[in-house]
């Protein structure tokens, strides 16, 4: 039985969080709960995932297994939210379809693209 294990038999509340900790750095680090439920990702590890960032946020999602996943999330701005949505998405992906079936026209110019649409 790993650290986890040991840990999470000890302290069953904090059970999901110390696998979470474990599992997603792989190493031995252990992460400190403050009392206010806060927990710091190590340096390198904000790094990485771009968690660095300005306005960085962390999704957390709690298994029914008991397991809490952290997945990083660097938010849109509101500006290009719209991108984003489903049916946004789903004409993106309707043209990315276009493009690789090479139901496409490429025009010479303005005036060439002009003139088939006119045409």
Do not use: K, N
Request: glycine share 6%; proline share 8%.
């Amino acid at each position: 039985m790993g650290w986890a294990g040991h840990a999470a038999r000890a302290t069953p509340r904090l059970a999901p969080l110390l696998h979470c900790c474990y599992t997603s750095l792989m190493s031995d680090t252990f992460l400190t709960v403050q009392s206010r439920g806060t927990v710091a990702l190590p340096p390198q590890v904000r790094h990485r995932l771009s968690l660095d960032l300005p306005g960085a946020q962390v999704r957390m999602v709690e298994r029914p297994d008991g397991v809490i996943e952290l997945h990083p999330v660097i938010p849109v701005p509101s500006d290009q939210a719209w991108f984003w949505t489903e049916r946004w998405q789903r004409m993106e992906r309707e043209a990315d379809a276009d493009i690789a079936a090479g139901r496409v026209v490429v025009a010479a110019g303005p005036e060439a693209f002009f003139a088939d649409l006119d045409s």
